[in-house]
């Protein structure tokens, strides 16, 4: 079926004529009402279906929206229950050719949705939803609105039945106008009663659509309008007018620990008590998850005074389900002037001294500082000048050598991405490696720093490899192993020349799945390195589920080699793990001549530090490979 499907091609009357229906022989035979329901999930829409014939309606699905089309077309239905989103077209679409030829009150819909759809929501109501449900749905509630919506719709065909009769009265029937007209006025005040029903219905709907479900606290788009509103009337009268982002600390923790039903019992609480310690005229608002936000005309000693409430009223222990919690709240402020004026500069600028509160300990406030912002630009000019060396291929890499302690001749190098920025310098790859892991541009970067390692290594001598770092993006990409596959057929290196260095973290998620590609990648022929070993949490057991070549001990033990005794102890002890497992030792970040000598004694296999040399572009490798490390003194 195309998209360009008409609605119910037969009839070509306006939207808001009655389509050709026996409403008499629908109830007949859906008992109360024939509905149907549309929904792209099958558990969802049957488990529906069941619970509404029990109470008597005649239900009938669909599974998307061109199928919900085309029943809609052939049969008569009282009601719609319409899902949001679905993959062949969506609900909005569904619900605009439904009413392009039938109004709400021939042919109600109500939208199913889920609750973070607000937005959508009131897109809905506004092209002609009579209502709206949230998933997951709550039968009861579901089932009281569809009751509501049946008993309009009859309301208003009652009405239309009427008007219909008049009509005819007056038209045959003068002689009894009188006597109608008394039994028609006692109707319109049913009527009129009936319709200032459906006014309220509306306007808890309109409370619904602005409201959060759970705390009943303005949402996100309330919570703009009113600070809009509150930021004209500043600028109108005057005065000082103060925002406070608010962020719960721990509330995470009681969400994993304890279960989401545990953490709505700790949301609605909380919001009870903040909202609880605000003045008149104060507003306050959800806008998702743990975080909450206020608005407060005042100035710096006001907001102050509330922020310093909130974090003692937030932190007060509390009982749910016979369980005593504490939580916590970081709250950031700005105070309206200067140039942050608008309401949207304003809450980001809140927003921002919120990080900064938590950044600094938890469970106290900050006010916004200009420079918070100036953080935020440099980091977005950040992006910006690494986005463009990324696209202009323009990273450098350059080589820092593996020697071999038994011969003191280079036996690999590591390959290691540079930044050079004109107006920067030297852009440390601490910076920009997660920058790049941030912005989703990981991938690129780690292939094709394996593709010109690759090429390069070729180049030198046959014994010599070449390391690569994979970051646990890559991991998650899919298609890692093909990508190495290419490197090595396009620059002819031997797999076995290759080493591919892995951290601990890439078995924080999703272990099992990475150990597989691991072993996929040794199977190619390239050998593994454990590197940074020792840094993580479970080092131990990562060596017993994987056979890695080489194990690199991390710079922070070497560096304390002379001062340390537990880091003397550790390197020990991973040198002769190594040699059980028939692994490699690599000792990183050596310096100097003590730290040489002590790694030697303890039987590692290999060195890299500024001992030797500091990371050298390819042209430079060949110089290099003439030299020795320094013999023992």
């Known amino acids: 079926m195309n998209t360009d499907y008409a609605v119910l091609p037969r009839s070509a009357a306006p939207a808001a004529s009655h389509p050709p229906r026996d409403p008499e022989r629908n109830s007949a035979a859906g008992g109360k009402g024939r509905l149907l329901i549309v929904d792209d999930v099958l558990e969802n829409r049957e488990i529906l279906k069941r619970r509404l014939e029990r109470h008597g309606f005649h239900a009938t699905v669909a599974g998307g929206g061109l199928e919900a089309l085309d029943l809609i077309e052939h049969e008569a239905f009282d009601l719609v229950l319409l899902d949001m989103m679905m993959p062949d077209i969506g609900g909005l679409e569904v619900l605009a050719r439904i009413r392009s030829k039938y109004s709400p009150g021939v ?11 607000s937005e959508d929501v009131v897109d809905a109501l506004n092209r002609g939803a009579n209502d709206y449900i949230t998933k997951p749905v709550d039968f009861s509630i579901a089932l009281a609105r569809v009751l509501t919506q049946l008993e309009r719709k009859r309301a208003e065909e009652k009405i239309q039945q009427m008007n219909e009769e008049l009509s005819r009265t007056n038209e045959t029937l003068e002689g009894r ?5 008394k039994d028609l006025v006692q109707t319109n005040q049913h009527l009129r009663s009936e319709i200032e029903e459906r006014e309220k219905s509306q306007a808890k709907i309109v409370h619904l659509a602005h409201h959060d479900a759970l705390t009943n606290l303005g949402n996100r788009l309330l919570f703009h309008k009113e600070l809009s509103d509150a930021v004209a009337h500043r600028q109108r009268h005057g005065g000082d007018l103060a925002v406070l982002f608010i962020d719960l600390d721990g509330f995470k923790t009681i969400n994993d620990t304890l279960g989401h039903a545990t953490g709505d019992c700790v949301l609605k609480h909380l919001a009870s008590r903040m909202r609880n310690a605000l003045r008149e005229g104060d507003k306050i608002g959800r806008l998702g998850g743990d975080e909450f936000a206020i608005i407060q005309f005042g100035g710096e000693q006001q907001a102050t ?14 009982s749910v389900d016979n369980q005593s919690l504490v939580i916590g709240a970081s709250i950031g402020i700005v105070v309206a002037g200067g140039d942050y004026q608008d309401p949207a500069q304003l809450l980001r600028a809140a927003d921002l001294a919120m990080y900064r509160a938590k950044a600094g300990g938890r469970g106290q406030f900050r006010f916004f500082e200009p420079e918070f912002g100036r953080e935020v630009q ?10 463009s060396v990324v696209d202009q291929d323009a ?6 050598p593996l020697v071999n302690l038994q011969t003191g001749r280079i036996c690999g190098f590591e390959a290691l991405s540079r930044w050079g920025d004109p107006q920067r310098g030297f852009v440390p790859p601490s910076t920009f490696i997660p920058l790049a892991e941030e912005i989703g541009l990981i991938g690129t970067i780690g292939r094709r720093v394996l593709e010109r390692a690759c090429a390069e290594a070729a180049t030198w001598p046959g014994d010599i490899t070449v390391a ?79 056979a890695f070549d080489k194990i690199k001990i991390d710079k922070s033990f070497i560096h304390d080699l002379s001062t340390s005794k537990s880091s003397v102890a550790i390197v020990r002890a991973v040198c002769g793990l190594a040699r059980s497992f028939g692994a490699i030792t690599t000792a990183e970040g050596v310096e100097t001549d003590s730290q040489l000598a002590q790694i030697r004694a ?4 290999e060195v890299q530090g500024y001992i030797f040399s500091r990371p050298v572009p390819a042209d430079e490798i060949p110089a290099l490979l003439t030299r020795l490390l320094p013999a023992p003194k």
């Not at 005074?305 to 509390?318: N, Q, S, V, Y």
């Not at 890559?474 to 951290?503: H, M, W």
Request: charged share 20%.
């Open 305 to 318: 005074a509330l922020a310093t409430r909130l974090i003692e009223l937030i932190g007060e222990p509390f």
């Open 395 to 400: 990273l450098e890499i350059n080589y820092q």
């Open 602 to 605: 303890e039987g590692c296999t």
């Open 468 to 546: 690569v770092n994979l970051s646990p993006s890559q991991f998650q990409s899919g298609n890692l192993v093909s990508v190495v596959k290419d490197a090595l057929a396009s620059s002819g290196l031997a797999p076995s020349r290759l080493e591919l260095e892995i951290t601990e973290s890439i078995f924080l998620q999703g272990s099992e799945s990475n150990l597989a590609v691991l072993s996929q990648l040794g199977d190619l022929g390239v050998k593994i390195s454990l590197d940074d070993f020792g840094t993580g949490y479970s080092s131990l057991s990562y060596l017993r589920s994987f």
């Open 177 to 181: 106008v009188a006597d109608r007209t």
């Open 378 to 387: 440099e980091r977005r000019d950040l992006e910006v000048a690494f986005r």
């Open 107 to 117: 042919l109600p819909v109500i939208m199913v949705t889920a609750k973070s759809q």
